[in-house]
């Protein structure tokens, strides 16, 4: 991937109205990569954005040079120190590699295999606790793919919600997508159901328990009802299709916004809380 190098002429020699200041590096590229047998950090920074809670502390997604386990979701803290949430290998997710095993194990079973590299809308949430909201594919487990939860309390990796499994709204997910998550550990996120192509769902997790929020069909504010709510998919070259956006938010207060389009209402679309 190149990107064309830009040329900005200056308008105005006028002072400039303010510093930039208090900027540090958190993670750099050729960084040793924790928990990768001596790997490096190749994180793509162009492309792969962040995230930082209140304290300063970074998650990111990264590829890693020279090991096997070639991929994998950090976290940097403000001090520089980085340490490893979940370690994949093989090639990117959505590849089709179900074969790679050298990964970490994964609470479904199996191994984490492919991260997604080089895509904001599968950047990895953190809260203030620590606790780190992430995606990828899973080899060998109960299901090829999940959104996961690291929770920094105890250490531990738990799904929040993977292909194949029982949605509250009937039936089965036939995707799942990436989500938020608020400092009461609850995440809000996206799925479809088996079948459905285009549109996708909007679910909570609670503690291991996942209940609705909105789906195509509910009645929507000033009447109408929802027709359109995770309308924007990507394809992959192993012939599945994620749902990736708008994603909901949630706050401390456990208030969900999200976009949704509307039909038979006072307005085709909006904001809704």
Not at 129 to 140: M, R
Not at 147 to 157: N, R, T
Not at 198 to 218: E, R
């Amino acid at each position: 991937i190149a990107s064309p190098q830009q040329n900005y002429s200056v308008t105005s020699t006028g002072v400039p109205s303010g510093t930039i200041c208090g900027v540090e590096s958190r993670a750099a590229h050729g960084q040793v990569a924790p928990n990768t047998n001596g790997g490096t950090l190749d994180p793509a920074a162009f492309a792969n954005p962040t995230t930082v809670n209140a304290s300063g502390r970074v998650a990111f997604n990264s590829q890693v040079d020279g090991s096997d386990r070639n991929q994998g979701v950090f976290v940097a803290d403000s001090d520089g120190t980085i340490s490893a949430i979940a370690i994949g290998c093989g090639l990117p997710a959505g590849s089709g590699d179900p074969t790679s095993m050298c990964g970490d194990p994964s609470p479904i079973g199996g191994h984490f295999g492919g991260f997604f590299p080089g895509n904001t809308v599968f950047t990895p949430d953190i809260d203030d606790a620590g606790d780190v909201l992430f995606f990828c594919d899973v080899n060998g487990g109960d299901s090829r793919r999940a959104l996961f939860l690291y929770q920094a309390g105890s250490g531990q990796i738990v799904k929040v919600a993977a292909v194949g499994d029982p949605s509250p709204i009937g039936g089965t997910f036939g995707a799942v997508g990436p989500g938020s998550m608020n400092n009461n550990g609850k995440v809000v996120f996206l799925a479809s159901q088996v079948g459905q192509t285009i549109n996708s769902n909007l679910f909570m997790w609670d503690n291991g328990v996942v209940t609705k929020v909105a789906a195509i069909g509910d009645p929507a504010p000033g009447g109408g009802t929802f027709s359109g709510l995770g309308t924007e998919s990507f394809g992959f070259q192993d012939g599945t299709s994620i749902p990736v956006g708008p994603v909901p938010d949630i706050n401390d207060s456990d208030q969900i916004a999200f976009r949704a389009i509307v039909s038979g209402g006072l307005t085709p679309r909006g904001i809704v809380v």
